[in-house]
């Protein structure tokens, strides 16, 4: 047995200074990347059969998860309610910047989506993705009425007939204080149309096979985020939540009769989040995930929804007092 | 509990910041704890009338994602692996009891990481940011990779007596 292992035993790792440090040192090289083979091995010796320092270890890197899914949307579920309101401005006008000079490809898909639309006589009832990827490694995926900006309602309980389908909303504009986050826009969450009675919830459905290519090489993946608010009264107390799902599927589940989109019908993989909705209301707050798309996914579902976290007891669904969804995004991020 | 419940859906999303720092734990590579993270979310889903509603939704999880981490391991090269077999079972089963504790730290961290001075907050936004890494930090403000490392270990540090003061107060 070790000096080391001795002194591990003997008690807390702060008992002996240099071995408390050297296991931090350890942990944090961990933690940020940079361990090499033979710290690896030191880091063995120093967590095995030594309980204290195992709980140091989980204990910190359970932090260290959770900070990961709190600041990388691009890697995992993200929410930014933390992000100031100078942050989201600088980041609002760089979004502005890339959609003034839009890719031609980019312009030439939400022509087509457009006029689409209107030779169709309404909106398109699917959303097609941008045909095959170019060299860049992320591709936002044109998601229809992201912002809500037809300012139409088009919300209804049937996936065939609608963009956005699911429970009962609407889109308004400054609403209780509210101001959309851009644009004149945004999404009312109004109330559950099927039990439970808890959650509204609105889906899309955007049709992935022109980026089959891509997607079958099992690389791709796809990064989905959408900004919230809540106007702050006495509901407020109740608490509620905001999230967004990701639902990759082999086949085209809309095609099914039926309002909740998942009954019955198996994704191929599925990724979601949900934040509680913060007090703030003169911020938007964004929730953001990541899906790794299997080879096979042809189509993908997007879920946005506000529920109440406590059940609520009352036979006829509840309307939910202000609770609003703007900017949904889908960006396809591929290894070219 | 059948899958298609809200209920399910808002475990099996909410669950997800503390099972993905259950994950990362006891295989920390962080590619690697996403693809077992999305292996087990599968998993979940398909075997979601095996969760009985009332008992606890991470605890069932994280064994699932406990037996997918394994699954991972015998197809990872072994130099690959940080842990050796012995001190992986020992992380696990350590791991395995405290469930209920990543989705109570998950809650509270919000909290906590506005309570820190805003040097600080920035400095683990940077380095929790996508692309994010110590080396390009210390490159910037002409630190250490080594200094850099630490001071983020001691904010970790401080975020966990944060959040365990809040969770033993039960301030979530």
């Known amino acids: ?336 | 509990m059948d899958r298609n419940t809200h209920e399910f859906v808002s475990l099996l999303t909410a669950s997800q910041p503390g099972l993905y720092a259950c994950i990362l734990a006891i295989l920390p590579d962080r590619v690697a704890a996403h693809d077992v993270l999305q292996e087990t979310n599968l998993t979940l889903w398909q075997k979601a009338e095996d969760f009985e509603p009332g008992t606890s939704f991470m605890a069932w999880a994280t064994r699932i994602a406990r037996y997918h981490v394994l699954n991972h391991r015998r197809k990872m090269k072994r130099d690959r692996l940080v842990f050796d077999e012995v001190l992986f079972e020992e992380l696990a089963a350590r791991q395995a009891m405290r469930a209920d504790d990543a989705d109570r730290y998950a809650r509270a961290l919000r909290h906590c990481l506005g309570n820190l001075p805003h040097e600080q907050q920035d400095l683990v936004a940077q380095r929790y940011a996508a692309n994010g890494s110590v080396k390009q930090i210390a490159g910037c403000q002409g630190r250490s990779v080594g200094a850099v490392s630490q001071t983020l270990y001691r904010i970790r540090e401080a975020l966990l007596n944060c959040i365990s003061q809040r969770v033993q107060q039960g301030l979530l």
């Open chain 1, 1 to 336: 047995m070790t000096d080391t292992q001795t002194a591990s035993r003997s008690g807390h790792p702060d008992d002996d200074p240099s071995r408390a440090t050297s296991l931090r040192e350890l942990i944090a090289r961990l933690s940020d990347g940079v361990l090499t083979e033979q710290e690896a091995s030191r880091l063995n010796v120093l967590l095995k059969e030594d309980p204290i320092a195992q709980e140091l270890y989980l204990d910190h890197m359970l932090i260290d998860g959770l900070l990961e899914l709190e600041f990388s949307p691009a890697e995992a579920g993200f929410s930014s309610s933390i992000v100031n309101r100078e942050l989201r401005d600088a980041k609002q006008e760089d979004r502005r910047r890339r959609w003034s000079a839009p890719s031609l490809q980019t312009a030439v898909l939400l022509i087509a989506v457009l006029t689409g639309g209107a030779i169709a006589g309404g909106w398109l009832s699917r959303v097609v993705a941008t045909p095959s990827p170019s060299k860049s490694q992320r591709h936002p995926l044109a998601l229809v009425d992201r912002g809500f900006e037809s300012g139409t309602p088009l919300i209804s309980a049937a996936p065939a007939t609608s963009l956005w389908y699911g429970d009962l909303a609407e889109v308004v504009g400054p609403h209780s204080g509210i101001t959309p986050l851009e644009g004149e826009w945004m999404l009312r969450f109004l109330k559950s149309e099927s039990e439970p009675n808890d959650a509204c919830e609105l889906y899309q459905m955007v049709d992935l096979r022109p980026m089959s290519a891509a997607i079958a090489t099992g690389q791709a993946s796809v990064n989905a985020s959408a900004f919230f608010n809540a106007i702050p009264d006495e509901a407020r107390a109740e608490g509620h939540s905001f999230g967004v799902g990701l639902f990759a599927y082999a086949a085209d589940p809309g095609q099914q009769r039926h309002i909740w989109p998942l009954r019955g019908t198996q994704p191929l993989s599925f990724s979601g989040r949900q934040e509680p909705a913060d007090t703030d209301a003169w911020t938007w707050q964004q929730v953001a995930i990541r899906l790794a798309l299997p080879a096979d996914t042809t189509h993908l579902l997007v879920q946005v929804s506000a529920a109440r976290l406590t059940p609520s007891t009352a036979e006829i669904p509840l309307e939910l007092a202000g609770h609003f969804v703007d900017q949904v995004e889908l960006v396809l991020a591929t290894q070219d």
